[in-house]
């Protein structure tokens, strides 16, 4: 069976720092994958999408890159954090019209 | 992409039927019709999914009336633990590569 894999789950990270959070997909190839956020109180923001390795697709301009360097890998960083950048991170993966969430990583940016 | 409207918030007891009403006005005919549940601190999980009439599963039932402008999630006798946020999500590709969860309801269980 498929599983989804995130780390870490919470994470403190002075302002200006860079930031990497990585996700990994067994189980399954060539899934799409999904980088979403959850700001305190409200609904999951879509950041990023890929369809495959190195294909990259951005919903939102931000402070924010991901990178899909092997076929069930899905990499979020930032080169200098935001105090914005706060919330809760959820990598997924699809298939068909199925979203298959991992179990987050909570970010504060102090 | 078809934009949904969901209560913020709904109360209940254990043991009653629940059922929660999403409004999606401007579906498009390839749309499907998608609820997640999503508990404090984790990922969303998928509950149901459908593009017309009724559907049902082991946890819950989905109905979509003829005009698919709206759908309701139907959970039988909730319990506590089935208090979460609950999101609506209408879209036809494959993957839904361009989706965006709204706010959700929240549905709060007492006993």
């Known amino acids: 069976s498929q599983t989804i894999h995130q780390w870490p789950a919470t994470l403190v990270q002075p302002v200006g720092s860079p930031l990497s959070l990585e996700c990994t997909v067994e189980g399954t190839s060539n899934p799409n994958l999904y980088w979403y956020r959850q700001a305190a109180g409200r609904g999951l923001q879509l950041l990023f999408y890929s369809v495959g390795i190195g294909q990259i697709s951005s919903e939102v301009p931000q402070n924010l890159s991901a990178s899909r360097p092997q076929d069930r890998q899905f990499i979020l960083s930032s080169k200098k954090l935001l105090l914005s950048d706060s919330g809760f991170y959820l990598c997924a993966w699809s298939e068909g019209r199925k979203l298959f969430f991992g179990s987050g990583t909570q970010l504060s940016v102090l | ?111």
């Open chain 2, 1 to 111: 992409l078809a934009k949904t409207t969901q209560p913020i918030s709904m109360d209940s007891y254990e043991g009653q039927e629940v059922n929660i009403t999403c409004s999606h006005n401007n579906i498009a005919t390839n749309d499907y019709i998608t609820w997640y549940q999503q508990f404090p601190s984790q990922g969303p999980r998928f509950i149901i999914q459908g593009y017309k009439t009724k559907v049902t599963n082991e946890v819950a039932s989905l109905f979509i009336p003829a005009d698919r402008k709206s759908s309701t999630l139907s959970l039988p006798r909730v319990s506590l633990s089935d208090t979460a946020v609950y999101y609506c999500l209408v879209g036809d590709r494959e993957g839904y590569s361009t989706l965006t969860f709204g706010k959700g309801t929240m549905l709060l269980v007492s006993p």
